[in-house]
Nanobody, 117 residues
Framework: QVQLVESGGGFVQPGGSLRLSCAASGKIFSPNAMGWYRQAPGKQRELVAT???????SYADSVKGRFTISRDNARNTVYLQMNSLEPEDTAVFYC???????????WGQGTQVTVSS
């Protein structure tokens, strides 16, 4: 019902920046939340940041002050600006869409972020 397509991943040196984008299409209902999760090799998927259609945000402690999540409701797109990247940030990043009223989760295919010198 909702399709998500991520872009913007890549390779970057420690201290560098990347900007991820995720465009949603299909049956978009409100209220909803969009967010980013990541999964490093050998670890479980973890929440990075979320943002509601009203603009309320939340962040994992490990990324506070370095990452900024934002969204363009008119384009059904969520962004993740990542600054001061560290090797520990290396993971596959997944876009998430949560339909609050219908209690339904949707996931993108993932985009690789590699931070290494």
């Amino acid at each position: 019902q909702v399709q998500l397509v991520e872009s913007g991943g890549g390779f970057v040196q420690p201290g560098g920046s990347l900007r991820l984008s995720c465009a949603a299409s299909g049956k978009i209902f409100s209220p909803n939340a969009m967010g980013w999760y990541r999964q490093a090799p050998g670890k479980q998927r973890e929440l990075v940041a979320t943002i509601t259609n009203g603009g309320s945000t939340s962040y994992a402690d490990s990324v506070k002050g370095r990452f900024t999540i934002s969204r363009d409701n008119a384009r059904n797109t969520v962004y993740l600006q990542m600054n001061s990247l560290e090797p520990e940030d290396t993971a596959v990043f997944y876009c998430n869409f949560y339909d609050t009223w219908r209690r339904a989760d949707y996931w993108g295919q993932g985009t690789q972020v590699t931070v290494s010198s």
